[in-house]
């Protein structure tokens, strides 16, 4: 079965910082990849996104993502945290080839102290 | 511009009434429907999406139904809620599953 894998839950991090939260989906092929953020108290919004082209992709805020094929894996990360990056950071895998849904994992929430 | 609407923002129904939840999107026209439930510690799960009207996708065996009347309308749903239908119920939308999604603001809905 098609699954995403989040194995840090909880983050506490210094502002400054080297931020790496890990993504895991279960097998290949045609994949397009996704990292959302939730500030406390906002909606869902998208960070970051990957279909094709240059595995390194940059996103919103400093972000950025690797997506590594042999590994099933897009990371993300950021070089210094701010305190407002405190949130909760989901990563999304869509199986393409003609599937609409897309599979969250557990999310991961980011603690960064002042 | 396009825009997602979802309504109530929280919701308080006692054990076995009935739940309609709304969500409509402006602004485009055939987009991919979608409905997610967050739990703490849990990620989002998708209960429902709709690629057209009329077609509805379910993804859990549960006490919920989903419709899609309209266009740009989709519409959670059950006769006779349970406690463990609380939690928090996103509407999302897209075009193109590359693109990623748009949340809607959530319901957190509390089953009493």
Do not use: M
């Not at chain 1, 210094?80 to 393409?96: H, I, K, L, P, R």
């Amino acid at each position: 079965a098609q699954s995403v894998s989040q194995h840090n839950h909880h983050v506490i991090l210094s502002e400054a910082a080297s931020l790496e939260l890990g993504c895991n989906y279960s097998y290949g092929g045609t994949v397009n990849l996704f990292w959302y953020v939730q500030y406390p108290g906002q909606h869902l919004q998208l960070l970051l996104k990957y279909f094709s082209g240059d595995p390194l992709v940059k996103g919103i805020k400093g972000f950025e993502a690797e997506f590594i094929k042999s590994k099933f894996s897009f990371n993300l990360r950021k070089p210094s945290v701010q305190w407002s990056d405190t949130a909760e950071y989901f990563c999304a895998v869509n199986w393409g080839s003609g599937t609409y849904k897309y599979i969250f994992g557990t999310g991961t929430r980011l603690k960064v102290l002042a | 511009s396009q825009t997602i609407h979802q309504w109530p923002a929280t919701l308080v129904q006692p054990v076995g009434s009935p739940l309609s939840l709304e969500c409509t999107v402006e602004g485009t026209s055939n987009p991919n429907l979608y409905w997610y439930r967050q739990a703490a510690g849990r990620g989002l799960q998708l209960l429902f999406y709709s690629v057209g009207i009329g077609q509805i996708s379910s993804e859990v065996p549960q006490n919920l139904s989903a419709s899609r009347p309209q266009d740009r309308q989709f519409i959670l749903s059950s006769k006779k809620l349970l406690l463990s239908d609380s939690g928090f119920y996103l509407c999302a939308w897209g075009e193109d599953t590359r693109f990623g999604y748009t949340f809607g603001s959530g319901t957190r809905l509390t089953v009493v």
